[in-house]
């Protein structure tokens, strides 16, 4: 079996390390970045079976998604290196968005006929789980009642009535009037 076939016949619950040294940055430890890692070595060998079969009419969506599978990578790693919660959320966010491009970018090669639904169906595999565990980074470092304590109600014995909020425009003049001497 070559190096292509038992890569494409991975299951997709298993994590394989694609870089065989030990990690060295944070980044590296994740299961989302080794995820990550597993698809672009996954995508790569697609993108040359798609580029010898069907030249020119999937250059724009092939190349949209070599850059799409990278930034995942690179939104992930860059986010995982943020010390404020907010900014990580966000970078989790983009590698997200960019996973999910991904998926599309598959499906718009299965509508462009330069790649079949059984082909691609390991790589939306490793997507769903890429962008379950993105979703989840992102909850966790967006929130920012996290950190803090559940409000307590206090009862006074008195009952309260909801607010009412009114989203009506007070109508004002911008101009201000000046008095005519006589």
């Not at 850059?67 to 959320?89: P, Y």
């Not at 960019?98 to 390991?122: F, H």
Request: hydrophobic fraction near 35%.
């Amino acid at each position: 079996m070559n190096e292509q076939s038992e890569r494409s016949s991975q299951s997709p619950s298993q994590i394989k390390r694609v870089l065989s040294s030990p990690p060295l940055f944070d980044h590296e430890k994740l299961d989302v970045y080794q995820l990550e890692l597993q698809f672009i070595a996954w995508v790569t060998d697609l993108l040359a079976e798609v580029s010898k079969s069907a030249k020119g009419k999937t250059a724009e969506v092939c190349d949209q998604l070599d850059r799409a599978s990278l930034s995942a990578l690179l939104n992930t790693a860059e986010g995982n290196g943020k010390r404020q919660r907010q900014v990580r959320a966000k970078f989790f966010d983009d590698a997200r968005g960019s996973g999910t491009e991904c998926a599309a970018c598959l499906d718009a090669l299965v509508a462009k006929r330069a790649a079949n639904e059984e082909r691609i169906l390991d790589g939306k595999k490793v997507l769903v789980r890429i962008v379950s565990i993105l979703c989840v980074l992102v909850d966790r470092f967006d929130t920012l009642g996290q950190m803090k304590e559940a409000p307590v109600e206090y009862s006074t014995g008195v009952p309260r009535e909801p607010q009412r909020v009114s989203y009506k425009t007070k109508l004002s003049r911008t101009r201000t009037r000046t008095r005519r001497k006589i």
